[in-house]
């Protein structure tokens, strides 16, 4: 995919982090957080923190630190969340109805417009009120309901076959549960969900603390 | 969680996108990658990626790069996936299911000994092979079957309910994918798989891509 901006790839990607945790500590209600406070929380050191929200404007004030309210506020807007954005979701099978079932998922702003199946059985059902349509009406219902974003939630051997119909149909961008990487062309963003990633650092996790546990018992 | 090791999170996460990566070249059946050559592939700096592999002892020499397959067993191994684990998945519903129905879970040392639900209509049921139990059963079978991960796939509002059972059945690690976090003692190691940190990522750059549009269309 190609991007124009000179805002870095990893900024983009602790951004949501950012959001995740300020939304964390306004449900606490507390008011006012310092770049210090907000390190400890989130991970990332304090002068990374603060070069990453100064990209895209000083948002504080130093001596006081940022209002945790309009922080919030002003990262979901520079994530896009204050936009609405259609949505199809491609593959109606479990993941595909576990997505459709995610209530964040339309409360951000995501609206599932449709849901599409390659199996007769699962073809005309709803799920939570999201209809499931044949597969073959797919390319034509993205043109019709100028759909902004395809989901794809079917097994890895089909993902690239979808991702060509998402593709002809005129989405700007793909979000990818397939365990498999997909190739499109330059011009649609794709996002891959990987699991694996947080499995294997989970793994990573579990086999240094074991080690440690049996130093620590035969030393 | 508590941490006894000096290599930070940062590097421990960077791990599992090195291990997807090499997997990809090894299947194109390259032999010998340079870290100049993984940075456009990983987006990391090379230096980065020799510093991180640095902390494991070197594994590249000087003027010949990383053997592609060396490179991948050992973060494998540095990985723990070449140790088998015991599962169990609690909340059978579309995103329990989903999860026993991937079969790279199993594949790469993960094996689900039983799922667990509240649901009398899907206790009882095999999903891919495996038995849902009855959730009252849960405490018991971690002890009765030394199951090292809990995998928490319930509904948002169960989820903390579960993360108790499961630690006092005695797990050593949590996966959750429930939105929402988990409270448990600080010896349990806990991995969230935030779904929204990947949405948001794709929010930004479609909002990115749609301002430079209209910004080129109308200056």
């Given at each position: 995919m190609e991007r124009f901006s000179n805002i870095s790839m990893a900024v983009v990607r602790r951004l949501p982090k950012y959001y995740r945790h300020l939304g964390e500590i306004k449900k606490k209600d507390i008011k006012r957080v310092s770049s210090q406070e907000l390190s400890k929380i989130t991970g990332f050191t304090a002068s990374q923190i603060r070069q990453d929200l100064n990209c895209f404007g000083g948002f504080g004030q130093q001596?006081?630190?940022?209002n945790v309210d309009d922080l919030y506020q002003e990262i979901g807007n520079i994530l896009g969340l204050n936009r609405i954005y259609k949505t199809v979701i491609v593959g109606a099978g479990n993941l595909g109805q576990a997505i459709a079932n995610y209530s964040f998922f339309e409360k951000s702003?995501?609206?599932?417009?449709g849901m599409f199946d390659i199996n007769p059985k699962v073809i005309g059902l709803k799920i939570n009120d999201k209809k499931v349509y044949d597969i073959e009406e797919l390319v034509e219902f993205i043109k019709d309901n100028e759909i902004d974003i395809g989901i794809i939630s079917t097994p890895k051997n089909q993902c690239q076959k979808v991702a060509e119909a998402l593709s002809q149909g005129g989405v700007k961008a793909i979000w990818n549960f397939a365990p498999s990487d997909i190739k499109v062309s330059d011009d649609i963003l794709v996002e891959n969900v990987h699991l694996s990633e947080s499995l294997f650092t989970l793994s990573y996790l579990l086999k240094e603390k074991e080690d440690i546990e049996y130093s620590n018992k035969y030393r």
């Amino acid at each position: 995919m190609e991007r124009f901006s000179n805002i870095s790839m990893a900024v983009v990607r602790r951004l949501p982090k950012y959001y995740r945790h300020l939304g964390e500590i306004k449900k606490k209600d507390i008011k006012r957080v310092s770049s210090q406070e907000l390190s400890k929380i989130t991970g990332f050191t304090a002068s990374q923190i603060r070069q990453d929200l100064n990209c895209f404007g000083g948002f504080g004030q130093q001596g006081y630190g940022y209002n945790v309210d309009d922080l919030y506020q002003e990262i979901g807007n520079i994530l896009g969340l204050n936009r609405i954005y259609k949505t199809v979701i491609v593959g109606a099978g479990n993941l595909g109805q576990a997505i459709a079932n995610y209530s964040f998922f339309e409360k951000s702003g995501f609206i599932i417009k449709g849901m599409f199946d390659i199996n007769p059985k699962v073809i005309g059902l709803k799920i939570n009120d999201k209809k499931v349509y044949d597969i073959e009406e797919l390319v034509e219902f993205i043109k019709d309901n100028e759909i902004d974003i395809g989901i794809i939630s079917t097994p890895k051997n089909q993902c690239q076959k979808v991702a060509e119909a998402l593709s002809q149909g005129g989405v700007k961008a793909i979000w990818n549960f397939a365990p498999s990487d997909i190739k499109v062309s330059d011009d649609i963003l794709v996002e891959n969900v990987h699991l694996s990633e947080s499995l294997f650092t989970l793994s990573y996790l579990l086999k240094e603390k074991e080690d440690i546990e049996y130093s620590n018992k035969y030393r």
